[in-house]
């Protein structure tokens, strides 16, 4: 098996991917705080983990890929708080619909999926933890984390110390009531003190709520272990969110707490950053009912994952044109039902017999060589696709029916390792299309009819009623039902 190289973060170069436990692969990517719709940006966040969690099984890897939800957090509170309804009301509505959306979009789930109020228990033992071990302090009920206690921090996110310190200074002086409490500007809440009737938990501190970044230390503690071999998110999440967390769970375990760092980049419009407080995102919604989840995912892969994408329409519209020369040219393979079941293609490796046909095939062994290759490449999608599109010329060149037939089989198998289904878009003809074809037919019939020509008028009663549906006259002129 040929190797992966992925830039880490953490030491600003491209290394060798390899797992610390064998064959084994933790994957953990900071999931959603679920308060609001989700948009471009977080799909592009999702798809590019989807991708990579399957290319690494489709290398042969035994992947557990986690994803947390964020469900508890002040901007779920303070946009209950707006609306006048529960935070977990308003936790779970947008939870459903980022499951929604990403069921929509193909992305697979992830292999454990851990909330955070379901690890308050955890989150609380691991502040205290950090107390008794003297890298955290108590403060008016509230928990802060000591960074002095942190040997390398600022090292994830390239911020020195001091500049930290006195940028936190400015601010602090801005919130008052924090000026008494930390020991250090730099320093973060593990857990912040609410009152009664706010949302919150009983503590050994009081009533009060934890702090984001130890949600996801103790949620990955808990469901992974204390190192695991990949760290993912989006890029602002380096600082201060992961560098919390390595700060928090170093300092406690000792040990690192991911061996690889991955950052995905933005979608940016107008070169600013897609995102919700500038308003200026389309959500998953929206976009979904103007272009298909593969044009989206299509046009999300087409770029690398840590280079920014711009959006405009014109550019996914040129997604949409470019897919439907990869679709085109997968309609030579016979179709195949995906086998349905809850997480229909969690091994993406190609049986034995297939990929040794796919050997076989010149073509297909050199295209396999250079899709593996440019994803070996830190996930270089930009060029696996590129390579796809040239598989599908070269299908639809061809002139010889069974070569075209199982180059067309790959093609879909490859799409497939990039989360694009290639989907025959003449089966999602919608309603509305339907509607308008049988309006077309009945008109035909009316017309056949007035001519005195009852053959035809006749065969189109007889062939619509075969596959289903009935034709009547009234009053108001002929109508249909479904039988
Ligand atoms: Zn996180």
Same mark, same amino acid.
């Given at each position: 098996m040929s190797s992966i190289q992925v830039f880490n973060t953490l030491t600003g170069k491209k290394e060798e991917f390899v797992p610390i436990n064998g064959n084994k692969v933790s994957l953990y990517a900071c999931g959603p705080t679920v308060y609001d719709s989700s948009h471009l940006g977080h799909a592009r966040k999702e798809i590019v983990w989807d991708v990579i969690q399957r290319y690494l099984r489709f290398k042969g890897y035994d992947v557990t890929f986690v994803r947390n939800i964020t469900d508890i957090d002040d901007k779920i509170i303070n946009r209950a708080k707006e609306l006048n309804i529960r935070p977990d009301q308003l936790a779970r509505h947008y939870l459903y619909e980022f499951w929604a959306d990403m069921y929509a979009l193909n992305v697979a789930p992830p292999d454990i999926e851990p909330r955070a109020t379901e690890y308050l228990q955890q989150m609380i033992g691991m502040a205290e933890d950090l107390v008794k071990k003297g890298k955290a302090y108590e403060a008016g009920g509230d928990v802060y984390f000591?960074?002095?206690?942190?040997?390398?921090?600022g090292k994830l996110g390239k911020k020195n110390i001091e500049d930290l310190k006195s940028g936190a200074r400015e601010q602090v002086r801005s919130q008052e009531e924090l000026k008494e409490l930390k020991?250090?500007?730099v320093d973060f809440a593990l857990w912040k003190s609410a009152s009664e009737g706010e949302t919150g938990w009983t503590s050994p501190w009081g009533f009060g709520r934890p702090g984001w970044h130890l949600e996801c230390s103790s949620m990955i503690k808990s469901v992974? *272990? $204390?190192?695991?071999?990949i760290h993912g998110g *989006? $890029?602002?999440?380096?600082?201060?969110h992961h560098e919390n967390e390595k700060a928090q769970s170093e300092a406690l375990h000792?040990?690192?707490?991911?061996k690889y760092w991955l950052h995905n980049s933005f979608i940016n419009v107008s070169e600013e950053k897609m995102s919700k407080s500038l308003g200026n995102f389309k959500t998953i919604g929206d976009l979904l009912k103007e272009y298909s989840a593969d044009t989206l995912r299509l046009f999300i892969l087409q770029h690398h994952y840590r280079n920014p994408i711009e959006f405009s329409p014109e550019s996914m519209n040129a997604a949409k044109q470019a897919l439907i020369r990869l679709v085109r040219a997968s309609l030579f393979a016979e179709y195949e039902e995906n086998g349905g079941g809850f997480y229909p293609s969690k091994h993406y490796r190609f049986n034995e017999k297939v990929a040794a046909a796919y050997k076989r095939d010149k073509t297909l062994s050199e295209f396999h060589d250079e899709f593996v290759g440019s994803m070996d490449n830190d996930f270089n999608t930009a060029v696996a696709v590129s390579h796809l599109f040239g598989l599908a010329d070269k299908i639809s060149a061809s002139k010889d029916a069974a070569e075209r037939k199982l180059r067309a089989k790959a093609l879909k198998d490859y799409a497939g390792v990039l989360g694009l289904t290639l989907a025959d878009t003449r089966r999602e003809v919608d309603r509305n299309s339907t509607e308008q074809v049988l309006a077309l037919l009945l008109q035909l019939r009316q017309d056949a009819r007035a001519n005195k020509d009852f053959k035809t008028s006749d065969l189109i009663r007889n062939e619509l009623a075969k596959v289903g549906i009935s034709v009547m006259d009234t009053a108001e002129g002929p109508t249909w039902e479904k039988t």
């Open positions: 000591d960074v002095s206690a942190s040997k390398d921090y020991r250090n500007p992974l *272990g $204390e190192t695991i071999d *989006g $890029e602002d999440l380096v600082f201060p000792e040990k690192p707490l991911a």
